[in-house]
Every structure is written in structure tokens, then in C-alpha cells.
């Protein structure tokens, strides 16, 4: 009976399960590229919400379905880097497949490398994890005091915003939506727009309108990225409410609802990269300022503009990863749940 193992954190609240495929007994992933190791475990003919099953995929099922996993768990395989320029690639992944970016995985990796002494880090001082993605190369900086990790700052591929106030009917109402790329593509909508406040009780309608606004954003020509399908149509749909403003900038609350109606605990890295270009597109985000950006369980990062490139922002955004566990995973082959189930 084969062994998978797993190394758990959590950033802001939501899971990162982190698998090492360059270890041994674990299937290999061709390609020359994380972008093409991407395509591979999604396979021929399949999305990144619908991949074609295959023996890296019930590995996947395996990690993320109950009775191991949940609706809401996340994790990622760690594969080579395109180029000696990295430190090593992922593959992310969650409930439904795969997906191009990950913020709150990036800072939870950042942390895994230096806490495993993958990446040699300063007892006190910042270390920078570069790490290969499908959407490009991002980086997390690791901040240590006292030998600990007390923080990490994920550096995003640039923002762009590609379509703002597109209309979109839900069953609460029309609304607007603001559409940016950010390593995935991402729509904004006020939840005060859908007579709603970013809640745990309200989380049912949330979701509901969530998965409402993405399958009528499917086919806009504002989700579509020059690079092609892998990073194209909406990932996420950021629901966000307004909060007085901070003396450092912006102050909002969010729940992202991505894939299929999965709730992201944190505030979302790469839909902060999302809400970031759009605020500074507004004129809302000027240098220097920060957003301070909440959770629907209370959780922060904060996201700033650190440069402008010809591809859009460059963004940075703050926050805390944490171990939760160590395990080692098997399918017993008598087991007519194998892999798992959803509820």
C-alpha cells in the first residue's frame, strides 16, 4: 500500500496541502514548463474545473474528498521550476481541478520552504522563495524574528483590470461587475449591490450568487487572457463590501467564491492582486497606501501597488502562514470509497 505525504499549513484560515511529487513513488508530471505540467494534469479535452481523471488525479481526489479532505480544502504539488531562476514549481489545486494562481498557497509555500530548510533562511530578516506557477514566476519573501516565520509577502504576476461595470443578472437583482487578471481571472461585485453584507450567515446567498455571476461572465471577452484558455474565464467572483477607511488606505471585507462554489476562508492573494488594480485604476490606491483586506472569518492581508510594469501592477500582499499538521495518506484497495466523496 502506497504512502502519499503531505505537509498541511494554513494562511488567514483556508488549508494548503502540500504534496512533493519529486519524491519518490509519487507519478511524474511531463512537461517542460509548470504551464505544461498544468495542461497535463488536466489532461486532453478537460478544464481546470473538470479535469480528465488519470493516475495524478485520483491522487488529487484522494487529498481533497472526504473522508481526507473537505468541500473547502486546497493544496498543491510541488513539481520543478521552468529554469534554474526558481527555487521549484507547483501545480494548485482544490475540490474541482486545478488552478493558475494561488496567493494564499504561495505564502503558505514560502513558509514550507524555510521551515524545511528547502531554502535557507536568516534566524532575523526577510529570505525571497521564488517559485514557478502556471500564470509565470511569483515570489513570496519569508520575515524571520528569533528564528520564526512571522510573516510572508506574496509578489504577484502583473494586475490588470480588462472590463469594468459589465452588467449581470442574478437572481437577486442586476448588478455590475469589474473584471481583472491577476494570475487568474477574477469579477468584483458589491455585496451591498445584492442586498447582502459579507457574513457567515449570509455565505448560502453568497455562494449562490457567486456561481450565478460566473457562469453569466463565462463566455464575456473580458475574461479571456492573450496567453490562451489556461488562463482564461472567471476563476473567482470577489463579493465585497466597504469599511472606513484606515489612515494607510482602503478598508474592505471579502468572501471569494471560486470553482465550483467553494468558499475561500482567507481574503484570497491573487483576488487581493484583483481588488488592488482595480482600486488603483479608481484612484482609490495611491502610492504608498495600503488595503487593508478582511476575511469572512476576520482574517487580513494587506495589498499594495510596488510597481508598474508594461503588463499591468505589480502587487504585493501580506500575510501569516501556519503548520497544521503532518500525514501520511493511503487508499486501501478494498476501500469502495477509494478516493473519496463531496457533499
Known sequence: MNFVRTVDYHTAGEPFRIVDLTAPGLPPVPGD?????????????????????????????????????????????????????????????????????CGHGTMALGAWA??????????????????????GRVGATVHRTGGRTTGVTFRNVPARASARKVPVATTLGMVEADIAHAGACYASVAARDLGLEVTRDALPSLVRAGREIRAALATHPGTWHPDGPLLSGVYGVTLYEELP?????????????????????????????????LLAEDGRLGPGEDLLHESVVGTVFTGRVASTSAAGLVTE??????????????????????TGFLL
Not at 45 to 67: C, F, K, M, N
Not at 114 to 135: E, K, L, M, N
Not at 249 to 263: K, Y
Open 33 to 101: 514548463t509548470v504551464a505544461e505540467r498544468c495542461a497535463t494534469a488536466i489532461g486532453p479535452g478537460g478544464s481546470g474545473t473538470a479535469p480528465r481523471r488519470g493516475v495524478l488525479d485520483d491522487v488529487r481526489r484522494l487529498l481533497v474528498q472526504e473522508p481526507r479532505g473537505h468541500a473547502g480544502m486546497y493544496g498543491g504539488f510541488v513539481v520543478p521550476p521552468d529554469d534554474d531562476g526558481a527555487h521549484f514549481g507547483v501545480l494548485f489545486w482544490h475540490k474541482d481541478g486545478y488552478s493558475t494562481a
Open 114 to 135: 524555510v521551515d524545511t530548510g528547502r531554502v535557507a533562511a536568516p534566524d532575523d530578516g526577510d529570505v525571497q522563495v521564488r517559485i514557478d506557477v502556471p500564470s
Open 245 to 277: 477607511d484606515t489612515p494607510f488606505g482602503p478598508h474592505q471585507r471579502n468572501v471569494t467564491v471560486f470553482a465550483d462554489g467553494q468558499i475561500d476562508r482567507s481574503p484570497c492573494g491573487s483576488g487581493t492582486s484583483a481588488r488592488l488594480a
Open 317 to 338: 500582499v501580506t500575510g501569516a502562514a501556519y503548520r497544521t499538521g503532518e500525514h501520511a495518506f493511503c487508499a486501501d484497495p478494498h476501500d469502495a470509497l477509494a
